[in-house]
């Protein structure tokens, strides 16, 4: 073997060891300052307390108020991205021309670029005040209005990855929907799309995780107060936006409360490696059912 091949090997070997590495650092940080919060709060009652005020002088620590917020947000975001995201991706693979794809794309996912905390204030100063002309009683910070702009963040992701996964459908099956009479919106829904729902269910699998970690909209448009509420015109708090509001500083270092972070962070943690797993089932049981 080569001394290229070797170093190039040794290279990649490195990558694998240190991302595995910076994982199991990031799982044992958790672990470690998380085991202080449950050794003074009971795991029951984190997980099925109905109020989170550890920052109050009556402390509850039930992070069930979060969780909420959290789901909710992230289900109208992708209530939002799905649909458009999918649409365009269908849009894009089937009815645009080469010339439009190849400038309509990567204006798509300049969307991706733009700093989260732009989306937070767009949504804050602009998607309220507009929602508000037709829903009175919208509050000023809401879970609407951040899980909409949430969801316009996300298009590009599902939107590029949907496109991608249906471009890689082969050709012979729209070839043969076409012969069957199909006509081209036939056969976009009725073909290629089944065709790829493998890798467009991954695509909102990961938009999802994406939306349940994200920070500054949520933090800036949705506002501070955890409730446990799936009612999106009011403000609540997210998960990610406690563990900024703690970080912050007020609170002291050591302390519970200052450990409610990481307990929090645990249940994100656990929360997303669940998604990703039933990402990977998902994927390949619809593998397993187009092979």
């Given at each position: 073997?080569?001394v290229?091949?070797?170093i190039?090997?040794?290279?990649?070997?490195?990558?694998?060891?240190?991302?595995?590495?910076?994982?199991?650092?990031?799982?044992?940080?958790?672990?470690?300052?998380?085991?202080?919060?449950?050794?003074?709060v009971?795991?029951?009652e984190?997980?099925?307390?109905?109020?989170?005020?550890?920052?109050?002088?009556?402390?509850?620590?039930?992070?069930?108020?979060?969780?909420?917020?959290?789901?909710l947000?992230?289900?109208?975001?992708?209530?939002?991205?799905?649909?458009?995201?999918?649409?365009?991706?269908?849009y894009?693979?089937?009815?645009?021309?080469?010339?439009?794809?190849?400038?309509v794309?990567?204006?798509?996912?300049?969307?991706?670029?733009?700093?989260?905390?732009?989306?937070?204030?767009?949504a804050?100063?602009?998607?309220?005040?507009f929602?508000?002309?037709?829903?009175?009683?919208l509050?000023g910070?809401?879970a609407?209005?951040?899980?909409?702009?949430?969801?316009?963040?996300?298009?590009?992701m599902?939107?590029?990855l949907?496109?991608?996964?249906?471009?890689?459908?082969?050709?012979?099956?729209?070839?043969?929907?076409?012969?069957?009479?199909s006509?081209?919106?036939?056969?976009?829904?009725?073909?290629m799309v089944?065709?790829?729902s493998s890798?467009?269910?991954?695509?909102?699998?990961?938009a999802?995780?994406?939306?349940?970690?994200?920070?500054?909209i949520?933090?800036?448009?949705?506002?501070?107060?955890p409730?446990?509420?799936m009612?999106?015109l009011?403000?609540?708090?997210?998960?990610?936006?406690?563990i900024?509001q703690?970080?912050?500083?007020?609170v002291?270092?050591?302390?519970?409360?200052?450990k409610?972070?990481?307990?929090?962070?645990?249940?994100l943690?656990v929360f997303?490696?669940?998604?990703?797993?039933?990402?990977?089932?998902?994927?390949?049981?619809?593998?397993?059912?187009?092979?």
């Amino acid at each position: 073997m080569k001394v290229s091949e070797r170093i190039i090997e040794g290279l990649l070997w490195l990558s694998a060891v240190i991302t595995i590495l910076v994982t199991i650092g990031i799982i044992w940080v958790l672990l470690s300052q998380s085991i202080g919060f449950f050794q003074v709060v009971s795991l029951t009652e984190f997980l099925t307390e109905k109020e989170w005020t550890p920052l109050f002088a009556d402390k509850k620590f039930g992070i069930m108020p979060l969780v909420a917020g959290t789901l909710l947000t992230t289900f109208i975001a992708i209530a939002v991205a799905l649909p458009l995201g999918l649409t365009i991706a269908v849009y894009l693979n089937e009815y645009a021309p080469a010339r439009m794809r190849q400038i309509v794309k990567p204006l798509l996912e300049i969307l991706a670029t733009i700093p989260t905390v732009v989306y937070g204030f767009f949504a804050l100063t602009v998607v309220t005040p507009f929602l508000q002309q037709f829903i009175p009683g919208l509050a000023g910070f809401n879970a609407l209005s951040a899980g909409m702009v949430m969801g316009i963040m996300i298009v590009p992701m599902i939107s590029s990855l949907s496109e991608d996964a249906i471009s890689a459908v082969p050709r012979s099956l729209r070839e043969a929907a076409y012969g069957m009479g199909s006509t081209r919106l036939q056969t976009a829904f009725g073909v290629m799309v089944p065709a790829a729902s493998s890798g467009i269910v991954v695509s909102v699998i990961l938009a999802i995780s994406r939306a349940v970690g994200e920070t500054m909209i949520v933090a800036i448009a949705a506002g501070q107060q955890p409730r446990l509420t799936m009612n999106p015109l009011v403000p609540i708090e997210t998960i990610t936006t406690y563990i900024v509001q703690v970080s912050l500083g007020d609170v002291p270092h050591g302390s519970l409360e200052y450990k409610t972070i990481f307990a929090a962070g645990i249940t994100l943690f656990v929360f997303t490696f669940a998604l990703n797993n039933i990402s990977f089932w998902i994927k390949k049981k619809y593998q397993e059912k187009y092979d």
